[in-house]
């Protein structure tokens, strides 16, 4: 089965500075990888994914992710945070053709922009 | 365009209590999903439904079924309320399974006293 690790329940950030949040996950293969953000009291929001290909994928909002096969991993950046990028953000990990048919989330990384 | 809509919002029930959540999506999409999300522990599978007429369990299923009652509707129901399933509740869903985006629903606040 795959899991998925976010190692930083929270991080702080000024505004206007750069941000990587880092997602680690465990699978046999190459799975299909998602980053969601959650603002609070809302439902979750895709920003974006990974299914195969150029291994650095842009999202909405203007953050951006890369798949590295050797590490294991598929953090999230952002140039230039802005206060409403304050949220909870989600690694998620779905297994192409099998398994449970959800994602597997990883615990949520909270995000505090400092002004 | 709705989206995916759940009903209620917030509910608090006795332990022992029964009630169902209903959830419905307006994307003609197959697959729809249960989850739950408690502090610290991310969003966890309960059911899903991969296509009408057909349900599986998730990682959590013990104390809930559920009822894919077309294409659009996929209900949650707690026979008996405990009060470690105080949580809040979405409900999720996708046109390909995990290839696919999966599009939530705004959650249901659910208390068990």
Redesign the interface.
């Known amino acids: 089965a795959q899991s998925v690790t976010q190692p930083d329940i929270h991080i702080t950030v000024s505004e206007g500075a750069s941000l990587e949040l880092r997602c680690n996950y465990s699978y046999g293969a190459t799975p299909y990888l998602f980053w969601y953000v959650q603002s609070p009291g809302q439902g979750l929001q895709l920003l974006l994914k990974y299914f195969s290909g150029d291994t650095l994928v842009q999202g909405i909002k203007g953050f951006e992710a890369e798949f590295k096969r050797s590490q294991s991993s598929f953090n999230l950046r952002k140039p230039s945070v802005h206060w409403s990028d304050a949220a909870e953000y989600f690694c998620a990990v779905g297994a192409p053709g099998g398994g449970a048919d959800g994602l597997t989330f990883g615990k949520g990384t909270h995000l505090i922009i400092q002004p | 365009n709705a989206g995916?809509t759940q009903t209620p919002k917030f509910q608090v029930l006795k332990t022992g209590q029964s009630m169902t959540l209903q959830c419905a999506q307006d994307m003609n999409h197959n697959?729809m999903?249960w989850?739950r999300q408690d502090p610290?522990?991310?969003?966890?599978?309960i059911y899903?439904s991969?296509s009408e007429g057909t349900t599986?369990k998730?990682?959590v299923p013990n104390g809930y079924n559920v009822s894919r009652l077309n294409k659009r509707e996929f209900s949650l129901r707690l026979e008996s309320a405990a009060p470690s399933q105080t949580s809040v509740y979405?409900c999720?869903s996708s046109e390909f399974?995990?290839?696919g985006?999966?599009?939530?629903?705004?959650?249901t606040r659910l208390t068990v006293t």
């Open positions: 995916v697959s999903y989850y610290g522990m991310g969003l966890r599978l899903y991969a599986d998730g990682e979405f999720a399974g995990p290839a985006e999966q599009y939530f629903g705004p959650g």
